[in-house]
């Protein structure tokens, strides 16, 4: 109901008010006042604010204290829109099968000394998945590789390996016949700590056989405690009493990575082939590189890459 009263003992700025408040408004600017310029994208500011960000403690969301303990974890078939889509119970059958084929060794895996890292990141634009593939070994120059490759399937939370696998294992063939062979996969994204215990980086990694390891930057599961602030840090994550993954501190006070395996690596190899690789922020420098390569790439950029030109996707078969 609109509000009725009169204006004229009113200056300008206080009708505004009264009828932003009538309307559901929450806020306005007083007459011939200017909105206060954000900073440009890029700037020396915003890259401040980012880093200032990055260096915020991230707490347990499922600590005593939180609010998100009272009301339990959200389930891993919905998100906060009500109508998103769920994970199909034929797919959740599938991930379980699919998971059977998760191999991971309770002693470290035989690597070389120095292995040879293969960070991936996708970033989607419409249909398209383009992703961002960066080659690492210590004490050589690194590789990076870009491509194309059309989304098999929608994004369901708890699902993500249907849509995203594919189109890492589309990239890991091309790479393979330009003679590239890296030895352990880095991908962001969940290994062994999903809620049916298959991720991405199971998926890429069975289908692929390689090692393989998630390190994503949100978790899917309950955890109790808090890593140490220090570099290297830890706290297990578990699923039904059974340890599945890191909260991984990657450097000195800054928010956590959530590190597992995805296939042929251990628990414990997992976290130290993570810290082991070069970076000072939350996220390992070759990984954060994919992600810088799959987002320009994105954008329609080819520079500063090989590309590897568009792709069929690659579905894992049980």
Wanted: hydrophobic content about 40%; glycine content about 10%.
């Amino acid at each position: 109901m609109a509000l009725m009263i009169s204006v004229g003992t009113l200056c300008l700025a206080e009708a505004r008010a009264i009828s932003a408040a009538s309307s559901g408004i929450v806020g306005f600017l007083p007459v011939g006042s200017r909105p206060q310029s954000l900073p440009r994208a890029g700037s020396a500011q915003v890259r401040m604010n980012n880093r200032a960000a990055e260096r915020m403690p991230e707490l347990n969301p499922w600590a005593a204290d939180s609010v998100f303990a009272a009301r339990g974890p959200r389930s891993m078939t919905t998100t906060s829109d009500e109508r998103a889509p769920r994970v199909d119970p034929a797919d959740q059958a599938f991930q379980r099968r699919l998971a059977q084929r998760v191999q991971i060794p309770r002693a470290p895996a035989l690597l070389p000394a120095r292995p040879r890292v293969l960070a991936l990141d996708v970033q989607y634009e419409g249909e398209w998945g383009h992703v961002g593939a960066v080659l690492h070994r210590a004490g050589e120059n690194e590789r990076r590789y870009g491509a194309r490759v059309p989304v098999p399937a929608e994004y369901v939370p708890g699902a993500f390996c249907f849509r995203e696998g594919p189109v890492l294992l589309a990239t890991l063939a091309a790479l393979r016949a330009r003679g590239e062979t890296p030895e352990v996969l880095v991908i962001d994204g969940h290994g062994l700590a999903h809620p049916r215990r298959f991720g991405v980086a199971c998926y890429v990694g069975v289908g692929g056989e390689v090692p393989s390891i998630g390190c994503a930057k949100r978790t899917l599961l309950r955890y109790e405690g808090e890593p140490g602030q220090g570099r290297g840090g830890k706290q297990a994550v578990e699923l039904e009493g059974e340890a599945v993954g890191w909260v991984l501190r990657t450097a000195t006070r800054v928010k956590p990575v959530y590190v597992s395996p995805g296939h042929l690596v251990s628990l414990e190899q997992a976290a130290a082939l993570v810290l082991d690789l070069p970076g000072k922020c939350r996220v390992p420098d070759p990984l954060r590189t994919a992600d810088q390569v799959a987002r320009r790439g994105a954008k329609g950029e080819t520079k500063g890459w090989t590309d590897l030109g568009t792709l069929e996707p690659r579905s894992l078969e049980v």
